[in-house]
């Protein structure tokens, strides 16, 4: 399994997961860029996600939702913010509404997520910083760890 650490720090408000791939950083880049390929690993597989929009190009939005095995859709959104192809993006990371409008009543997060070449494949690491211990808290109850432990693990399959 490609997560190799998961763990948050309530007092840093940070959300850490570290994973190893047998793939290039330019092959594990190209699945983050294409919406289509993001779509097989965002979320955990009986949650498949749907991108309506995406491009990481800094200062551009994108939109998805993930819909439920009962086919209830939850929204989510990124605002990105900073990219260093192949290496690194940084986004706003949240919850949107059923048009796919940022939902205000819901945690944000920065998140960073970083490719780099490690034993012959790539090392990530992805972090994410809550704005407040009470935002981080709620996406733990919520399951954000074991939902993006599922959904990071589908990329060797993706890459294989």
Known sequence: MPVTSIH???????LTIEAQFAAPVERIWAIY?????LEKIWGPPEY?????????TPGSRST?????????????FWDIQEVDE???????????????????????????????????????V??????SREGLQQVLDMG???GST?????IDALVA
């Open 8 to 14: 948050h720090d309530l007092d840093a408000l940070t």
């Open 144 to 146: 954000v760890e074991e």
């Open 48 to 56: 498949p996600a749907t991108f309506v929009q995406h491009s990481l």
């Open 150 to 154: 599922l959904a990071i693990n589908q």
């Open 86 to 124: 192949p290496h690194s993006f940084t986004y706003l990371d949240g919850f949107a509404d059923a048009d796919l409008n940022p939902n205000p009543d819901m945690p944000t997060a920065t998140n960073v997520s970083t490719f780099t070449a490690h034993d012959g494949g790539t090392k990530a």
């Open 33 to 37: 860029a294409d919406p289509r390929q």
């Open 64 to 76: 998805y939702y993930m819909t439920s095995p009962e086919g209830e859709r939850f929204g989510g």
């Open 126 to 131: 992805y972090v994410g910083t809550y704005a």
